[in-house]
C-alpha cells in the first residue's frame, strides 16, 4: 500500500527558507502535489509536479518543486517564507495522469509537517 511521509518542517522567520521532502514507499507515475492547512483556512493546493510544474498564484516565484525518482522522493523548496505560509502541509499522489491544483484530483496524502513562520 502506498505510503507517503513528508518531513523538513520547522519554525523559521519571515524571509527565511526550507525545503520539504515527500518520501513515497513506491515509485509512483503519476503527478505529485503539495497542499497545505491551517487552522481555520480552506485547503490551499500550492504545487504540483508531472511532466510540467504548476504553482497557486500565493507561491510563485518562491517555492520550487522538484522530484528525485531515484530516492522515491519530491521536493518543495521554499524560499522568501511569510507568516501566511503558516500550515501543515502534506503531500499526496494525483489520480490524473497530468498536473492539476483542483483539491479533488489527489488521494493518498501523509500526515503532514508543520510550518510555522513567525519573527
Known amino acids: 500500500q502506498l505510503q507517503l511521509v513528508e518531513s523538513g518542517g520547522a519554525s523559521v522567520q519571515p524571509g527565511g527558507s526550507l525545503r520539504l521532502a515527500c518520501t513515497a514507499s513506491?515509485?509512483?507515475?503519476?503527478?505529485i502535489v503539495w497542499f497545505r492547512q491551517a487552522p481555520g483556512k480552506e485547503r490551499e493546493v500550492i504545487s504540483c509536479?508531472?511532466?510540467?510544474?504548476h504553482y497557486a498564484d500565493s507561491v510563485k516565484g518562491r517555492f520550487t518543486i522538484s522530484r528525485d525518482n531515484a530516492r522515491r522522493t519530491v521536493y518543495l523548496q521554499m524560499n522568501g517564507l511569510k507568516p501566511d505560509d503558516t500550515a501543515r502541509y502534506h503531500c499526496?499522489?494525483?489520480?490524473?495522469?497530468?498536473?492539476?491544483?483542483?483539491?479533488?484530483?489527489?488521494?493518498?496524502w501523509g500526515v503532514g509537517t508543520q510550518v510555522t513562520v513567525s519573527s
Open positions: 499526496a499522489a494525483s489520480k490524473l495522469s497530468l498536473c492539476s491544483l483542483d483539491p479533488g484530483s489527489f488521494d493518498h
Open positions: 513506491m515509485f509512483i507515475a503519476n503527478p
Open positions: 509536479i508531472g511532466i510540467t510544474t
